[in-house]
């Protein structure tokens, strides 16, 4: 049997924070969660179910350090998406920093898959430099890496355009990306909790599925029983809202993700790692229905 935890869970109100949170609740381990707003929905949520939720600077020092004190494990997450890569890089040291101060017994970051490539993307090249601080320091580590979310077409830029029946990417239709479910995510990191010390000093790149966009498309349409069509958009226009999201998509199709995702699944067969198929089917697509059949709800 498993030795319970007790866990600090960084960014518990985020996708991956909140879906390890459920996991290691049902799991029977200890939470404490920080949170920079405690009094959003999620975590409202998640206090009802038992969890300790405290509001927390990732830059303050003595703050990280004294939740950590109180925990034998940390999950950090970090973002360039409200301050700029800079600032993750700060927020990732200083979360790591924290953690061999208050020596605690394992601390895992989540990066993303192929940052120690020199891809040149600004979020990717961010997530590795705090890898190699946390590298550089006395702390039992180990670093997961998955690859794009499935979770993204959730996201308002593309439910907008999947609301018109259009799966918009800045690719080619017929350039494969690898994908990876949030919960495969969460299961991944719960099992690097639990074997604990086999898992120091590892990295490890994960994804669940590898695909086109029109092979998205395809499956939308069944899923959702709407014809979906795609539409590569040029990485350009994406430049107009984020140059580091550009130079990703510009990155993704020339180069892109290399994770062996079957020898993954061989090797990790409990976490039974979704398709993009598998995914799709567990999510609500009525918004998209509803939009796609305005004039009829008119009539």
Same mark, same amino acid.
């Given at each position: ?11 518990? @109100? ?5 879906? =390890? ?5 049902? *799991?029977?381990? *200890? ?50 998406? *409200?301050?700029?890569? $800079? ?49 550089? =320091? ?29 799966? %918009? ?6 350039? %494969? ?33 590898? =695909? ?37 998509? %510009? ?12 020898? =993954? ?16 089917? %567990?999510? $609500?697509? @009525? ?13």
């Amino acid at each position: 049997m498993e030795k319970k935890r007790k866990v600090l869970l960084c960014g518990v @109100t985020g996708q991956q924070g909140g879906a =390890l949170a459920k996991i290691l609740l049902r *799991e029977g381990h *200890e939470i404490i969660g920080l949170s920079r707003n405690p009094k959003a929905q999620k975590a409202k949520e998640l206090i009802a179910k038992g969890m300790e939720i405290r509001q927390c600077n990732y830059l303050d020092a003595e703050d990280l350090t004294q939740a950590m004190r109180e925990v034998d494990t940390v999950f950090a997450v970090t973002t360039p998406f *409200e301050k700029g890569s $800079d600032n993750e890089v700060d927020q990732g040291k200083a979360l790591a920093n924290a953690a061999q101060k208050a020596e605690v017994g394992h601390f895992i970051y989540t990066s993303v898959a192929s940052a120690d490539l020199s891809t040149n993307i600004p979020h990717f090249d961010s997530k590795y430099e705090v890898e190699k601080h946390i590298d550089s =320091l006395d702390i039992p580590y180990t670093i997961v890496a998955p690859v794009f979310f499935m979770e993204n077409l959730l996201s308002p830029y593309m439910m907008d355009s999947l609301k018109e029946g259009k799966l %918009k990417i800045a690719m080619p239709g017929d350039r %494969k990306l690898q994908q990876i479910a949030v919960e495969d995510i969460a299961k991944f990191s719960a099992r690097i909790i639990n074997r604990r010390e086999s898992e120091f000093g590892k990295r490890y790149d994960i994804a669940g599925d590898e =695909l086109t966009g029109e092979n998205c498309a395809e499956i939308l349409s069944r899923v959702t029983g709407e014809t979906i069509t795609y539409e590569g958009i040029d990485p350009e226009y994406v430049k107009e809202e984020s140059v580091d999201l550009a130079i990703m998509f %510009k990155w993704f199709d020339q180069i892109g993700y290399t994770t062996d995702i079957p020898a =993954l699944k061989r090797r990790y067969p409990e976490i039974a790692f979704q398709t993009f198929e598998t995914w799709a089917k %567990k999510q $609500d697509w @009525t918004v998209i229905k509803d939009a796609l059949h305005v004039d009829e709800h008119l009539v």
